[in-house]
């Protein structure tokens, strides 16, 4: 279908064809691998994420990964991050101990930590794992949306959907641009020019789960991206919201039959 611009100016388009406020397409499945408790697999944009959950589950703490809770009377959240060598474009493969890759599991863990009811498995210990497949920008808001559907296939109580999302803004910060205007969702080649942050919100609300943000910005400009990336969420919510009710009718009937 071709994209009317007939209200709009080509000039206001990105380069991917979508206007300031428009997501990539976003797809997602759950209950993809038979063996694990809980799994998913996500695609945003290009980017393409695997997630896989085990447990709750007694045993002892191993190190490595990401971990957050387990003060004996809760369960502890750990989190583990495998991006594949042909996943980026200089296809270049991680170390285990990469600096970037411990930052997100150890943002992904302390985000669920707090918002999984832990309470109910006291000296226990809640797996996730999750595998790159691609990588297009919006990296870290695709392994929390991943995770979310996989801990709700895996059916963890929590205390609502976790949904994140990225904006960034339209000039870099060395321009001092105070006007800039906001963009929802960016992909790689606009992550690497423009500065950004990742924003996470639990349920349907305004409530932030999770914020990160790793570049310069002038603080003029924060509110405005903040406020279309939590908008963004809102509209990832509906989109994850879609999948797991459309699970759910396919479940119930399967049982039927």
């Given amino acids: ?7 709009y100016s080509l000039a206001l388009l990105r380069l991917d064809g979508r206007r300031w406020n428009e997501l990539r397409r976003v797809d997602a499945q759950i209950s993809t691998q038979a063996a694990a408790d809980g799994s998913s697999y996500l695609e945003m944009g290009n980017t393409k994420v695997l997630c896989t959950v085990s447990g709750p ?34 296809r270049k493969r991680r170390a285990r101990g990469d600096k970037r890759t411990l930052e997100m599991q150890s943002s992904i863990a302390n985000t669920f930590s707090s918002t999984l009811f832990t309470h109910l498995y006291p000296h226990s210990t809640i797996s996730i ?6 990588q297009d920008g ?7 949306n991943a995770t979310t559907l996989a801990l709700i296939d895996a059916g963890i109580p929590m205390a609502d959907y976790v949904t994140a999302c990225t904006a960034g803004s339209t000039s870099s910060c060395s321009s001092n641009d105070e006007t800039a205007d906001p963009l929802l969702d960016l992909n790689n080649s606009e992550e690497q020019e423009l500065p950004f942050l990742t924003v996470g919100t639990l349920g349907a609300g ?4 999770v914020l990160v ?19 963004g969420c809102k509209q990832v919510r509906e989109i994850l919201d879609r999948v797991i009710r459309r699970h759910g009718k396919q479940v119930l009937q399967s049982a039927v039959l």
């Avoid at 310069?216 to 908008?231: H, K, T, W």
């Fill in 1 to 7: 279908m071709p994209l009317d611009t007939s209200t």
């Fill in 129 to 134: 794992s999750l595998h790159v497949l691609s």
């Fill in 213 to 231: 943000m790793e570049t310069r910005v002038q603080v003029g400009r924060l509110e405005s991206m903040l406020a279309v990336g939590v908008d």
């Fill in 138 to 144: 919006s990296l870290l808001a695709a392994c929390l």
């Fill in 57 to 90: 589950a007694e045993g002892r703490r191993v190190g490595g990964g990401g971990g957050a809770g387990g003060v004996g009377s809760e369960a502890e959240v750990r989190v583990e991050i495998g991006v594949a060598g042909f996943s980026g474009v200089d």
């Fill in 206 to 209: 305004e409530e932030v789960a």
